[in-house]
């Protein structure tokens, strides 16, 4: 990182994050019903025990989106809209152990879908020992067999580590192929969490206005 001056950084980021902040407190609403049931996806990533309910990496946050994930999902059964929901799901072996503390083993409750989610289901459902499940074989085996889809409505957490890489991946993807595809992430469906310097309000933020910028259609909401 190149020297700067620390009052001139802090004076120069709250400005840029007023105008984050602006930006997000504006976008839209999109109707579920516009889109094209038959050629749209509904991801819901990590929306698990682990994440929402208990464990090492539990986040309130996470928690308080299971309505509004389990009333799109129910949404999307109306019109016939595929579904997908990733679960992390790791070997005791795995190196990401080096950076969170241990979570959602393999076979344990942590690793399981919430309930209210579950109790819906109508969803493929894609364990991920990675934080980005784009790279995951069985992904890659449904996107191969459902590839007349090209929206996808993504959910869930975290916003700015599984949502934002799988989200951007997947996007740049489409682009590398030259395809015109809608990836799309609502404001009210996906979270973070908060954990000393890890600033909940602001990575959330910062992960959606990243997104953005790399052609991810960002809404306030999809109803």
């Not at 709250?14 to 749209?40: C, H, R, S, W």
């Not at 986040?59 to 009333?71: C, D, F, G, Q």
Request: charged share 25%.
């Amino acid at each position: 990182m190149r020297m700067i001056n620390k009052n001139d950084f802090l004076k120069r980021s709250v400005e840029t994050l007023g105008e984050i902040f602006d930006m997000l407190a504006n976008l839209p609403i999109l109707q579920l019903k516009d889109l094209q049931g038959k050629k749209t996806a509904f991801v819901i990533v990590d929306m698990i025990n682990g994440f929402a309910r208990g464990g090492a990496l539990k986040s309130s946050r996470v928690e308080e989106l299971i309505p509004k994930i389990t009333k799109l999902s129910r949404m999307c059964d109306e019109l016939e809209i595929s579904k997908l929901a990733f679960a992390d799901c790791h070997t005791v072996a795995s190196p990401e152990f080096d950076a969170y503390p241990a979570h959602c083993i393999m076979g344990s409750y942590e690793g399981e879908i919430v309930d209210e989610i579950k109790e819906v289901g109508g969803y493929t459902l894609i364990p991920k020992n990675s934080t980005n499940g784009f790279l995951e074989e069985e992904f890659q085996k449904w996107f191969e067999q459902n590839n007349k889809i090209d929206t996808f409505i993504v959910t869930g957490d975290c916003t700015d580590i599984c949502v934002q890489q799988f989200a951007i991946t997947l996007k740049t993807w489409f682009n590398m192929q030259n395809k015109k595809a809608r990836v799309i992430v609502p404001v009210d469906a996906v979270e973070t969490y908060d954990f000393g310097t890890h600033n909940g309000d602001m990575m959330n933020a910062m992960a959606l206005y990243n997104m953005m910028i790399n052609g991810i259609e960002v809404v306030a909401g999809v109803e």
